[in-house]
């Protein structure tokens, strides 16, 4: 058993951090849209597959909203 190992985090893990930072910060308010995927992918220069997942992670965590057609949002 590695109990003792610490892991190298994930570009995913490092996105979501980074997008929690923002939203504490208040460089993203609550109900606010965030900006696109692209423009997410070009500003933290990552995939777009990593992106959806870590978006996928806050999501599930209930830090932010997608809306089918509207886009994606901070929750409240």
Same mark, same amino acid.
């Given at each position: 058993?590695?109990?003792?190992? $610490? =892991? +190298? =985090?994930?570009?995913? @893990?490092? $996105?979501?951090?980074? !997008? $929690?930072?923002? *939203?504490?910060?208040?460089?993203? +308010?609550?109900? /606010?849209? !965030?900006?696109?995927?692209? +423009?997410?992918? /070009?500003?933290? #220069?990552?995939?777009?597959?990593?992106?959806?997942?870590? !978006? #996928?992670? !806050? /999501? @599930?965590?209930? *830090? *932010?909203?997608?809306? +089918?057609?509207?886009?994606? @949002? *901070?929750? =409240?």
């Amino acid at each position: 058993m590695n109990s003792g190992v $610490i =892991k +190298k =985090k994930t570009v995913v @893990y490092e $996105i979501v951090d980074r !997008l $929690i930072a923002l *939203i504490q910060s208040g460089a993203f +308010k609550p109900g /606010e849209r !965030l900006p696109s995927e692209r +423009k997410l992918c /070009e500003t933290f #220069q990552v995939s777009r597959s990593s992106l959806r997942t870590a !978006l #996928q992670q !806050l /999501e @599930y965590n209930g *830090i *932010i909203e997608t809306r +089918k057609g509207s886009g994606t @949002y *901070i929750c =409240k």
